[in-house]
């Protein structure tokens, strides 16, 4: 089990930049995959970026070159770091631990990201 914590959501301008972070309440240097996801309202929810035990990311190719995943196993803390914020980057931003196994998969309670004119 581990709990996740979401922080650092907030109301920007398009263009400027946000930092969230995400607090894991046990060890996370084990956790398979660790990522954030997204989700605006009446849409799916979508993978924004992940990033493995082994330290290999991916990126959805609309954040691809703005956004940067980052984890820190000595803080348990999982961070995404978005730069020149656009409209449609709104939405409430979930962090995501997957163990080993198909049971160990985790969210946190959600930030939200709004990004006006």
């Known amino acids: 089990q581990v709990q996740l914590v979401e922080s650092g959501g907030g109301l920007v301008q398009a263009g400027e930049s946000l930092r969230l972070s995400c607090a894991a309440s046990?060890?996370?240097?084990?956790?398979?995959?660790m990522g954030w996801y997204r989700q605006a309202p009446g849409k799916q929810r979508d993978m924004v970026a992940t990033?493995?035990?082994?330290?290999?990311?991916n990126y959805a190719d609309s954040v691809k070159g703005r956004f940067t995943i980052s984890r820190d196993n000595v803080k348990n803390t999982l961070y995404l770091q978005m730069n020149s914020l656009k409209l449609e980057d709104t939405a409430v931003y979930l962090c995501?631990?997957?163990?080993?196994?198909?049971?160990?998969?985790?969210w946190g309670q959600g930030t939200q990201v709004t990004v006006s004119s």
């Open positions: 990033v493995t035990s082994g330290g290999s990311t």
């Open positions: 995501n631990a997957k163990g080993w196994s198909a049971a160990q998969n985790y």
């Open positions: 046990r060890s996370i240097s084990s956790i398979r995959t």
